[in-house]
């Protein structure tokens, strides 16, 4: 591992002191940072350890909103009563990721920021990887991509968003409230990953010097009726295969408004607005949700390795849709 | 015969486990040890050009950056299989010549692990590269001619006119065996003697080996290999690690410390290799399977000839009449593939106990039922017959725990109230029950101590307490201090562990020296009352000690095979021993639950019965049978090595993508032992276990979600997408 | 620079920031030392390293007791137990937190020490299997459990296993088989001892009130 400086700041001015001064990179949790550091992915030369700061690792439960600290670790943001209760999704997205023992690790903010499981990505120089080495080019686009996208690849990359939370965030319509050098901006979800495109190796619109503060949850008739279903290779403990988040509101069996996410599938948390629109005003049965897991997969783009994923993830959307509803206090 | 009904006791070495002393290698306290870190070859296949170290060595801290050309004199200590003792022929970094992705082209040593790694990526490699063939089916892989197998009655003629018939094939991928312990070499080189720390299920190996790569007298070589972290097969032989790490220990003069990264070890180490099985069954109007053939093909390296042995069980599990089979080798540029838990038997069970089942589902039998009707009383192979056989039994018992009766044969048929498909599935297995040549060194103790050396290797099968078990059957010994030695060539010879004959071959060589304990007690004692332990009349005596050595080999091994074991070479013996042969068996009986929707895969419950001889160590038995059926599970529908054939290489090399089962993966287990010890082939009546456990379970699975879903799947692992 | 150790190598004038805020690690060569006990376990001293930037000096708590040691800022808190302090009861088994053979407590948490650097042990305090019970004590219930339920093989992962289902059940997450596999999947037993490591937290969770 490359040699860095370490830095432990003990407010958000002392991190852009840093920074301004280094540009060292931001460590929390470290469960990505540090593992792709051992893997010679990352190389920063000055890290500085944001855990030491107050009051980032609380989580808020207000009458429309839950704000989540950016320290929060996964396993308490998973555990709270609040978020349980009003949120299913988000505890779900959680506590299915990862161990135990990361999710004591990990920080929320953090956890939005995993990066890519693609192996060519992971592995040596000797896979070409845009991601890693700019220029080098994909192995994945003709190679095993059982792993990889079927929505928002380019030609460029087709690493899959491993990340669970982000999803169920973006179904949501979280934002993050982000503070930087040049002040504070608040930042949908939903908008927080960019597609690929020719630039694979930037992966969020966060500026360096950037850092998430906060991830604000609207949470008002959507939440309660809500769950997030993850198919995996193992029963845990493994990235998904396919994920859908998804949150309804229902009135007497009929569909307010739908919101779902996936996976597993795409390049960035996924939002199918057409799948939405396509249960709204429908009575959610069976058949209604396997159709809108069949318009959220319409517009797919399978490779060579990963086209069971069409199917699953109809499946997994259908399902997710129906344990939903089964939660909503007005079915 | 075994009398002896072994009590229930605990695991002799777990209290030191649970409470983290017990010292695995890379644990072991070492004065000023300097810490290597391997950088490994990005190609595949070719030449290694130039490699510049200067970066690496300009490193604070770095000790010393060896490439090939520091390893002037070194040779490779051979192959296994092949008279030597590593686990390949080539040992990487005697030349520039590179033949399979990862192996080692430096190695630098340092005062710290960390600066080893940073100082390693620092290393940077040209090369030439060659062509390669990295998969089974590529077309630059060459395949060897069929080596013929078994040929009995004439298959083919009698397959052509049989009523029923299955003509399939099966596909097992390339599976790493991960043991938890990465392989981890300490070496010190001081006085002229090197020792070498290291978890190894070959000690003695390492010894000769050492010796034979380095030039030195096999005096000066020291091997300690008390426990191991998991061998499965991977280290069941000289690493080419253990090689680097002792050249740069003598180099230095200082202890260094080689823990060998996880991703490196899917290229560093052996595996099972890929293979591919035909299978055609024909069975009468009756049930009787009439005939069978068995063509494999097995993928292996270039340098190495790890032969196929898949059909070793298959033609006995029944009485089948007409059997013919031939393997082909396929050369890939591979590392040497080599043995992993039930390395043909797994596979071959697999295909054929698949084929079997679609085979009794032609016929329009209960499978259970048609396994029983066609069980063999008699070996097919020789004629002879066998030691002990309770297949039949394992498979009625079974039946009987699992609650068989009440299975729907139709496939589909049986859903739970959610809709989730039920499927129940059987199948059986066998491993050869194989003996190796073991010298034991009893020693009891006027102190009231006891030591006993011998041949063995603990790898958490047991091995221990099965030793402890045996040597105080019978013996008026304090049981509080008896110390085990084992895993060091220098206490006892040491033979590879392996092949399920470590208890087989241990504890009868510890009866034969607690009778020769005895009877030369009762030399000493010359009719004088006893009053108390041996430690006790010893003392009483004024006798220091009393030491005996009783050595044993398979039936009908000559004498000859001692010296093999002196000198840390193979000499297993078995199934076939003159006049009989022995096997063990297995029967394994499977529930799957499939999710309708997304067809999510579970194994709720799995019962399996065992005839493995007496049992001599129940509770670490009963363990051993359960960690083979969750290595069963794994192999069924979890583990497979992702390789891109344009690259090579294993690209899953990690245990968050190699997904062996973790603790939510695995239900009920049950397991059920005959324990009628084995007449014929030692004193102990025990036969192994370790392997045999494994052996079928696939098939279960495979045959379970064919009940549950009607969809014949013959290529593991059996994932998700395959359901669809 | 921490308040504990003012060293002559502070490098903070490097950035003119602002101390309140942050606190630039490192620096000092001091080898370890295991402050506040009279008898030390046979501690390495991290190598003598020119680099000073390579050497940060930490203060934390190791199985109860007070260390101060200097650490590569690279390390893992697995690694710094294991080669300089000598507690090798943690395992690796793979070094990227996928296995969870490198389980210890910090500040009572189960985490993967593998993947947590040893600069943020800084005032945290570790307990690992060789803390779990005094050295010459009775076993704790847990580990009293896996030996009842030969819940262990080879043993490398049994430390890790042991350091997770302590906290399974300190966490209530030992109610039934299903929540105990599911908060026990962080760790990896290649044998396959599954069956009885459940059983073993059943167990041992009515012993420890849990």
Redesign the interface.
């Known amino acids: 591992m490359r040699p860095f400086t370490y830095a432990r700041a003990t407010s958000i001015d002392g991190i852009h002191a840093v920074q301004s001064a280094t540009g060292a990179r931001i460590l929390a949790g470290g469960t990505t940072l540090y593992d792709l550091m051992k893997l010679g992915i990352e190389t920063p030369g000055h890290l500085v350890d944001v855990t030491s700061i107050a009051g980032l690792d609380e989580i808020r439960s207000h009458q429309d909103e839950l704000i989540f600290g950016a320290l929060v670790t996964m396993s308490d943001a998973a555990a709270h009563p609040a978020v349980l209760q009003r949120a299913p999704v988000l505890a779900e997205s959680l506590s299915k990721a990862a161990s135990p023992q990361l999710r004591n690790m990990a920080t929320l903010a953090g956890n939005l920021l995993q990066r890519t499981r693609c192996a060519y990505f992971r592995n040596g120089p000797e896979y070409p990887c845009n991601k890693r080495m700019p220029g080098s080019g994909c192995a994945a686009l003709d190679g095993l991509d059982r792993g990889h996208a079927l929505f928002g690849g380019s030609r460029s990359c087709i690493a899959v968003y491993p990340g669970d939370w982000a999803v169920a965030l973006a179904a949501l319509d979280a934002t993050v409230d982000v503070h930087g050098s040049r002040g504070m901006r608040t930042l949908e979800v939903a908008n927080l990953h960019r597609l690929p495109g020719d630039t694979p190796h930037l992966e969020t619109v966060l500026e360096p010097d950037e850092m998430i503060l906060n991830i604000r949850v609207p949470v008002g008739r959507l939440g309660q009726a809500s769950t997030y279903h993850k198919i995996r290779d193992r029963e845990s403990y493994a990235f998904a295969l396919v994920s859908a988040a998804v949150a309804l509101e229902l009135d007497d069996g009929m569909v307010r408004q739908a919101r779902i996410a996936l996976g597993g599938v795409a390049t960035r948390p996924w939002r199918v607005p057409a799948a939405e629109a396509a249960l709204a005003g429908q009575r959610l049965d069976r058949a209604a949700a396997l159709e809108a897991g069949r318009v959220a997969f319409a517009d797919a783009r399978p490779g060579q390795h990963n086209g069971f994923k069409v199917a699953l993830g109809t499946a997994a959307v259908a399902d997710a849709l129906m344990i939903a509803a089964e939660r909503s206090p007005s079915r | 015969m075994n009398q002896t009904i072994y009590p229930d006791r ?2 002799v ?12 290698a ?2 072991m ?1 070492m004065q000023r ?1 300097a ?1 290597a870190m391997t950088v ?1 070859s ?2 595949v296949r070719g030449r290694l050009a130039a490699v510049d170290i200067d970066a690496a060595r300009a490193v ?2 770095v000790l010393a950056v060896l490439t090939w050309r520091d390893f002037k004199g070194v040779k490779s200590a051979g192959y296994l299989m092949g008279g030597g003792f590593g686990f390949q022929s080539h040992q990487p970094m005697l030349s520039d010549r590179l033949v399979h992705r990862g192996e080692p082209i430096a190695l630098v040593v ?6 080893a ?2 100082a390693a ?1 620092l290393v940077e490699a040209s090369y030439e590269e060659e062509q390669f063939a990295a998969l089974l089916g590529d077309t630059r892989a060459e395949v060897l001619a069929p080596q013929p197998g078994h040929d009995m009655g004439d298959a083919q003629a009698v397959l052509a006119s049989a009523t029923f018939r299955v003509d399939a094939e099966y596909l097992s991928p390339a599976q790493f065996q ?5 392989i981890a070499t300490v070496a010190e080189w001081r006085d002229g003697t090197l020792t070498i720390h290291e978890g190894t299920q070959n000690s003695g190996a390492l010894k000769f080996g050492m010796a034979a790569a380095l030039g030195l007298d096999p005096a000066r070589v020291r091997v300690e290999s008390a ?4 061998g ?1 097969g991977q280290k069941n032989s000289l690493q080419g690690q253990t090689v680097l790490a002792a050249r740069a220990a003598m180099l230095l003069g200082r202890p260094v410390k080689l ?1 060998m ?2 991703a490196q070890l899917f290229h560093t180490a052996s595996f099972r290799p890929a293979s591919r099985h035909r299978i055609r069954l024909g069975a009468d109007a009756d049930g009787r399977i009439v005939a069978a053939s068995y063509d494999a093909d097995m993928q292996n390296s270039r340098p190495d000839t790890f032969r196929a042995s898949f059909s070793e069980i298959t033609a006995r599990l029944y009485a089948i009449p007409n059997y013919t089979s031939t393997a082909r080798l396929v050369r890939t540029d591979v590392q040497s593939p080599g043995y992993m838990r039930a390395p043909f038997e797994h596979p071959a069970a697999f295909a054929f106990e698949s084929a079997v089942d679609e085979l009794a589902y032609a016929a329009g039998r209960d499978p259970l039922a048609f396994r029983l009707a066609n069980d063999a009383e008699t070996d097919p192979v020789t004629g002879h017959p066998f030691s002990s056989r309770f297949l039949a039994e394992c498979l009625r018992d079974g039946a009987e725990r699992f609650g068989w009766s009440r299975r729907d044969p139709a496939p589909g048929s049986m859903r739970a109230a959610d809709g989730t498909l039920i499927g129940w599935g059987v199948a059986a297995g066998a491993y050869k029950a194989a003996m190796a040549p073991a010298i034991a060194r009893l020693r009891v103790r006027a102190d009231g101590t006891t030591r006993i050396s011998l041949s063995g290797h ?5 091995i221990r307490t099965a030793i402890f078990a045996a040597v105080t059957d019978g013996l008026a010994i304090d049981p509080a201090r008896v110390e085990i030695v084992i895993g060091d060539p220098d206490a006892a010879p040491q033979h590879v562990t392996a092949g399920s004959w470590g208890t087989a071959s241990s504890v009868p060589v510890v009866r034969r020296a607690v009778q020769a304990m005895q009877a030369r007690f009762e030399e000493f004692r010359d009719g004088r009352p006893i009053r108390g332990t041996i430690h006790e009349m010893l003392a009483r005596w004024r006798r220091p000690y009393i030491e005996v050595e009783s050595r044993l080999q398979a039936p009908g091994q000559p004498d000859t095979v001692f010296d093999r074991l002196q000198r840390g070479l193979p000499a297993a013996a078995g199934p076939e021993y003159e006049p009989f042969v022995s096997f063990s068996y297995i029967a394994h009986f499977v529930e799957v639950r499939v999710e309708p ?4 895969v ?1 194994v709720p419950r799995i019962v399996s019965v065992v005839d493995c001889g007496r049992i001599v160590s129940p ?2 038995a ?3 049978v ?6 069963g599970i794994g192999a069924a529908l ?1 583990e497979t090595a ?1 390789i ?1 054939p ?2 090579g ?1 294993v ?7 190699y ?8 239900g ?2 049950e397991v059920g032992f005959i324990d009628r010890p084995d007449p014929l082939l030692n004193e102990a009546g025990v036969k192994g276990l370790g392997e045999v456990a494994m052996v079928g379970v696939a098939a279960a699975i495979g045959n379970a979600i064919f009940h549950a879903t009607g969809r014949r799947l013959r290529e593991l692992p059996i ?3 395959h359901l ?1 | 620079m921490s308040e504990h150790d003012p060293s002559p190598h502070d490098r903070s004038h490097d950035l003119s920031i602002n101390r309140r805020d942050v606190m630039l690690v490192g620096v000092a060569m001091t080898g370890v030392t295991l402050v506040g006990f009279g008898e030390t376990t046979a501690a390495t001293p991290s190598a003598p390293v020119a680099r000073p930037e390579m050497n940060l000096t930490i203060h934390f708590q190791v199985n109860g007791r007070p260390i101060e040691m200097s650490v590569d800022p690279r390390a893992s808190l697995l690694d710094v137990l294991r080669e300089q302090l000598d507690l090798t009861g943690a395992k690796k088994g793979c070094d990227h937190g996928q296995c969870g053979a490198c389980t210890v407590h910090v500040d009572g948490r189960r985490v993967a020490s593998c993947l947590t650097l040893a600069a943020k042990m800084e005032g945290r305090a570790a307990l690992t299997i060789e803390g779990l019970t005094p050295a010459d004590g009775p076993l704790h219930p847990m580990q009293q459990a896996f030996i009842d339920h030969d819940a262990l093989q080879c043993g490398y992962c049994t430390p890790g296993q042991i350091m997770a289902a302590v906290a399974c059940v300190q966490e209530g997450h030992a109610s039934s088989e299903a929540e105990i596999r599911e908060y026990m999947s962080g760790n990896i037993c290649r044998c396959g001892a599954y069956v009885g490591i459940v059983a073993a937290i059943r167990d041992a969770a009515v012993t420890m009130g849990g």
């Open positions: 605990a695991r070495d777990a209290r030191d486990k649970v409470r983290g002393v017990t010292r695995f890379a644990d306290p040890v810490h490994p990005r190609i604070d801290g340092a005062e710290t692990l960390e600066i790694i940073e990526a991960n043991p938890m312990e990465m426990y191991l972290g998991g499965f823990v990264p996880r603990e790898m958490g099968q047991g929707t997304t067809r999510h579970r509770r670490t009963e363990s051993q359960r960690g083979g059926v969750v290595w979890r992702e891109d344009r690259f290489g690209l899953n090399n990690d245990f968050a993508e997904v062996v089962p973790v603790n939510a993966d695995i009920a287990i994932r998700i997408e669809f």
